[in-house]
């Protein structure tokens, strides 16, 4: 029963997440971690992420098919409230008609007992369910979970725990694994792959448990996405720059931007000042400084950046990264996220029903307007404060997203701001962003405005199809001024 309880209580917790705001960030995957931490569960959180993973992905057909039974009609009272918790109840439900074994992973329990009492009712509902939507099963209808992997994993190296052992290293790494690929799409498992884009980069197969080694263990690699690591490559700042991170966590990006100043480690003044506004997300932060070892170079500020950031305070940064909060339409496992959004919408459970897929669909279309209308803004009000930085004289602006609302359409509001002109930004040339990237922004987004200049404006930018180019959905555009 623990485990139930245990996977109750994290459902709960992303279902609050979504009623206390439109926008929730990150993957299932991580709100998973994060609400196993905050409860302090002792089941195991790989079990607790796989239940949550496949019942949210049912969950439509699930609703119909417990209301349909008669379930929650008879579940007995207890001082007035219902003994068992929906949550609870989905999750039991879940297993016994989906799981793999099709059973319940309980011993003797009166929640057990009660559901298996309904089990008639609840299976002839379920092939009732199948019989409608003219499938032998139900997971034809849902994602399939390796959609949501990872083709390659990415590390990097550590400058701050390397500290001149870096052939070692990398004498390491060829133990680990002795085959070298010439191209990604190649790797197997036991071979490597050195990325052309980003030095220092590693591409691995995800069959690889890169975690239990000791390089990893020891910070001397970190897990980092190729696309998280183009900000950092592009700003690519040098020892006497001083740079802000606007919205550092959870702190790669930050980390990494440390490893360019310091590319031999050993920092022994602070040259970065990392933002959040998050209390929580800050410890996360600090917590992954610590870990790659560069504590020293780095200073954690609590607070918003757009409030707490004055230009006056900081007239010695020289370059800004610049990733703030977006859709992160372009992150593996999005589509559960956003399967959980438009599942919290639907609290009839008609999802099945073609006439009203229509109608949420279009619906949905709305919402996301409205949504990414809402981020653009706040994207757009971050940069243009960075830029008022009096030395500022690069600024890297990145999101995880894949819509032109948040990337080309953001760079355009910045270059037709008055302010923004007076202080002399201008998109930097492809010559100066990772110029051999093939995959560069949408020209078709500057022509309206900008028709002389859209090839160029749209090749200063770069974009990352999530999957197609070896990793998430990314895009980057680098501004700079005389």
């Not at 270059?415 to 923004?420: A, Y």
């Amino acid at each position: 029963m623990e485990f139930y309880r245990d996977a109750s209580w994290v459902l709960e917790y992303i279902e609050e997440e979504f009623a206390r705001s439109s926008k929730v960030a990150g993957s299932l995957h991580s709100l998973v971690l994060q609400s196993h931490k905050k409860y302090k569960l002792k089941s195991d959180v790989r079990h607790v992420y796989a239940i949550v993973a496949s019942y949210w992905k049912y969950k439509a057909y699930l609703d119909r098919i417990i209301q349909k039974s008669g379930l929650l009609k008879d579940v007995p009272r207890k001082k007035g409230e219902p003994a068992f918790k929906r949550s609870t109840l989905g999750l039991v439900v879940h297993d016994l008609l989906l799981s793999k074994k099709k059973r319940i992973h309980m011993g003797k329990h009166p929640l057990k007992a009660f559901v298996l009492k309904h089990q008639t009712r609840l299976r002839g509902e379920y092939a009732k369910q199948l019989v409608k939507l003219g499938v032998a099963d139900l997971s034809v209808l849902v994602q399939d979970e390796r959609e949501d992997a990872t083709p390659v994993r990415w590390i990097r190296l550590n400058p701050f725990r390397i500290r001149g052992q870096r052939e070692e290293v990398l004498q390491e790494l060829q133990k680990k694994f002795p085959h070298r690929v010439a191209d990604w799409r190649e790797l197997t498992p036991g071979s490597i792959y050195e990325d052309e884009y980003v030095t220092g980069l590693y591409g691995i197969h995800p069959a690889d448990k890169i975690t239990s080694h000791e390089l990893y263990k020891r910070g001397k690699v970190i897990i980092q996405d190729r696309a998280s690591c183009f900000p950092a490559q592009i700003l690519s700042p040098g020892p006497s720059d001083v740079v802000i991170d606007a919205c550092a966590a959870p702190g790669n990006k930050t980390t990494h931007v440390a490893a360019k100043i310091f590319p031999e480690g050993g920092a022994e003044q602070v040259q970065i000042h990392a933002f959040e506004r998050d209390p929580q997300r800050a410890k996360t932060l600090r917590k992954m400084i610590a870990t790659a070892g560069c504590d020293k170079s780095i200073e954690v500020h609590v607070g918003d950046f757009t409030r707490d950031a004055q230009p006056e305070k900081f007239d010695n940064v020289t370059g800004f990264i610049v990733d703030p909060s977006c859709s992160g339409s372009g992150i593996f496992g999005r589509q559960l996220v956003d399967a959980m959004q438009e599942a919290q919408q639907e609290a009839d459970g008609s999802a099945e029903i073609p006439e009203e897929e229509t109608l949420e669909a279009m619906k949905s279309t709305v919402e996301l307007k409205n949504r990414l209308a809402k981020l653009s803004s706040f994207q757009f009000q971050i940069v243009k404060h960075a830029m008022s930085f009096p030395s500022a004289k690069k600024l890297v602006y990145s999101t995880c997203s894949v819509h032109a609302e948040e990337n080309e359409r953001v760079v355009i509001d910045l270059l037709l701001d008055n302010k923004v002109q007076k202080a002399g930004w201008k998109v930097a040339p492809r010559s100066k962003v990772i110029p051999d990237w093939p995959r560069r922004g949408h020209q078709v987004e500057f022509e309206e405005v900008f028709p002389e200049e859209a090839e160029n404006l749209a090749s200063g930018c770069i974009r990352v199809l999530p999957k197609e180019d070896g990793g998430i959905g990314f895009f980057a555009v680098c501004f700079e001024r005389e």
